[in-house]
């Protein structure tokens, strides 16, 4: 079982920078594969970018391709999200999310990001 708190939210003028952090329970954080995910109003929650379980492996959504980076520090079994050049259209409650083998078994409770144009 993992339990997840993401932090780091809030809200910033487009062009600006916040950085998420989700910090994980257990002894097993560094064999999961962890991920952040995005659900804006009236709208599918849909993956923005994971890391596999040493680091190794990155994937980011084309929307934030360039802007955001994910990273991971199993030594604080904490992971997170720098986001850069933040747009309004990256409005959205932000979701950490662990599993073995892809990060869709474990979810944090989600934190707000508001970008104001």
């Known amino acids: 079982q993992v339990q997840l708190v993401e932090s780091g939210g809030g809200l910033v003028q487009a062009g600006g920078s916040l950085r998420l952090s989700c910090a994980a329970s257990?002894?097993?954080?560094?064999?999961?594969?962890m991920g952040w995910f995005r659900q804006a109003p009236g709208k599918e929650r849909e993956i923005v970018a994971r890391?596999?379980?040493?680091?190794?492996?990155?994937y980011y959504a084309d929307s934030v391709k360039g802007r955001f980076t994910i990273s991971r520090d199993n030594a604080k079994s904490t992971v997170y999200l720098q986001m850069n050049s933040l747009k309004p259209e990256d409005t959205a409650v932000y979701y950490c999310?662990?599993?073995?083998?892809?990060?869709?078994?474990?979810w944090g409770q989600g934190t707000q990001v508001t970008v104001s144009s």
């Open positions: 257990g002894r097993t954080f560094s064999s999961y594969a």
């Open positions: 999310a662990a599993g073995t083998y892809a990060p869709n078994e474990y």
């Open positions: 890391i596999s379980w040493n680091g190794g492996s990155t």
